[in-house]
């Protein structure tokens, strides 16, 4: 009985993570690496498992550390553990993954004051026990993932006419291969595509409002 | 009796987060230890096929005051060195090769933050080719009265390429001599 009870709970907020408590499109949490990198599918999938494991870790740590984290020192404490992980994840990236290292670039450090993760941290695992942490991170880490893949499909496909995957071409458009809409590669078009996307979930009736 | 429990309350944060900060530090140095060596050698690596792209010939070179010096059978057989200059959205780095004349044999655009789809082009060969065969007085761009055609849209990226390899070119020919 007790253990149906913990299986629900992990599988709720596992779940809340995808849609519900989605970080992008409705805690709106990490979106400025969100534009960086959803100008390609390689380098959002890149990002959102750098941000899964830096997720999964600190969760796990600051969990099992939060019973003894005095109060006063709580932030500096989640941030050096977070960016202790991204640390590691650049070393690694940077010997074994050198082209993906190479496109991130700064957002990679970056992903240290990405808001998600301190936002999990401090609302989430210093408070519950480690498995619900576990869950909780692997909830917001595959949303991330899934709305970094949402966004970088029409922002790679308009905006080079072309769609890779670990460095393999799925496919070419013929007409935009060769005029593709550079906008939506850079900038304006980041914020154009999030924008329409945010709309279209609220129409959708997927959100639930606050 | 409070006043006690506030004090061991601030040693404690302070010996929390110094304990956290320590571990933190031996743990990214274990990683460190293990991922430099495979770093230093694929910056070595690209060096090397980078400088293979520009020198066919090369079987050795040496790297020595910010030079590198190619080598086909013990005979010197060219020059390359790194340019940086400022563009339009940030560094660029280029690598210059020369033969042993100090005529242009190749450059090659490394890094560069350019604006993709313009700037960006400075990479591609149809901008870098122009540079072969031509000696540093030569290299401006055509409106400067020079032999370089900037890549359209883009005259302050291409600019930048111009002016850096030149400047490097004259700095470094003068330091080999």
């Given at each position: 009985m007790q253990n149906e009870k913990i299986g629900k709970r992990f599988w709720k907020e596992f779940a809340k993570?995808?849609?519900i408590s989605n970080p992008v499109f409705i805690l709106a949490?990490?979106?400025?690496?969100?534009?960086?990198?959803?100008?390609?599918?390689d380098n959002a999938l890149g990002m959102s498992a750098g941000v899964?494991?830096?997720?999964?870790?600190s969760n796990i740590i600051i969990s099992s550390m939060r019973k003894i984290?005095?109060?006063?020192?709580?932030?500096?404490?989640?941030?050096?553990?977070?960016?202790?992980?991204?640390?590691?994840?650049?070393?690694?990236?940077?010997?074994?993954?050198?082209?993906?290292?190479?496109?991130?670039g700064i957002?990679?450090?970056?992903?240290?004051?990405?808001?998600?993760?301190?936002?999990?941290?401090?609302?989430?695992?210093?408070?519950?026990?480690?498995?619900?942490?576990?869950?909780?991170?692997?909830?917001?880490?595959?949303?991330?993932?899934?709305?970094?893949?949402?966004?970088?499909?029409?922002?790679?496909?308009?905006?080079t006419g072309s769609l890779s995957v670990v460095g393999r071409i799925l496919f070419k458009l013929p007409v935009l291969f060769e005029n593709p809409m550079a906008i939506f590669i850079l900038p304006p078009g980041a914020f154009l595509v999030i924008g329409l996307l945010l709309a279209l979930f609220r129409w959708l009736g997927v959100v639930k409002n606050e | 009796?409070?006043?006690?429990?506030?004090?061991?309350?601030?040693?404690?944060?302070?010996?929390?987060?110094?304990?956290?900060?320590?571990?933190?530090?031996?743990?990214?140095?274990?990683?460190?230890?293990?991922?430099?060596?495979?770093v230093k050698a694929q910056q070595e690596d690209k060096i090397k096929s980078l400088l293979s792209g520009i020198f066919?010939?090369?079987?050795?070179?040496?790297?020595?005051?910010?030079?590198?010096?190619?080598?086909q059978d013990d005979k010197e057989i060219g020059y390359a060195f790194l340019a940086n200059g400022k563009g339009y959205g940030g560094e660029i780095n280029i690598l210059v090769g020369l033969d042993k004349d100090f005529i242009v044999k190749r450059v090659i655009v490394v890094s560069n933050t350019e604006t993709p789809g313009l700037g960006s082009k400075i990479?591609?060969?149809?901008?870098?080719?122009?540079?072969?065969?031509?000696?540093?007085?030569?290299?401006?761009?055509?409106?400067?009265?020079?032999?370089?055609?900037?890549?359209?849209?883009?005259?302050?990226?291409?600019?930048?390429?111009?002016?850096a390899v030149r400047n490097a070119m004259l700095k470094k020919i003068d330091a080999v001599k």
């Open positions: 993570g995808i849609i949490l990490g979106l400025c690496p969100t534009l960086a990198v959803t100008s390609s599918l899964i494991f830096v997720l999964l870790c984290i005095p109060e006063t020192v709580r932030i500096p404490v989640f941030i050096v553990v977070i960016a202790t992980f991204v640390t590691i994840l650049s070393l690694v990236f940077q010997a074994y993954l050198p082209p993906l290292y190479e496109s991130l957002y990679l450090a970056l992903i240290v004051v990405n808001c998600i993760i301190l936002g999990r941290a401090e609302a989430f695992a210093s408070k519950k026990s480690v498995l619900l942490s576990i869950s909780d991170a692997l909830g917001a880490g595959i949303g991330f993932t899934l709305a970094l893949i949402i966004i970088s499909l029409p922002r790679e496909i308009l905006g | 009796m409070k006043f006690k429990n506030i004090l061991s309350n601030k040693i404690y944060a302070v010996v929390f987060l110094t304990a956290v900060v320590l571990i933190s530090v031996s743990l990214l140095m274990a990683v460190n230890n293990v991922t430099a060596p495979k066919p010939q090369m079987d050795t070179y040496n790297y020595e005051d910010e030079i590198y010096t190619v080598y990479t591609e060969s149809s901008f870098t080719d122009q540079f072969t065969g031509l000696s540093a007085g030569d290299i401006f761009l055509k409106k400067n009265g020079g032999k370089i055609d900037a890549v359209t849209g883009a005259t302050i990226s291409s600019d930048a390429v111009a002016e």
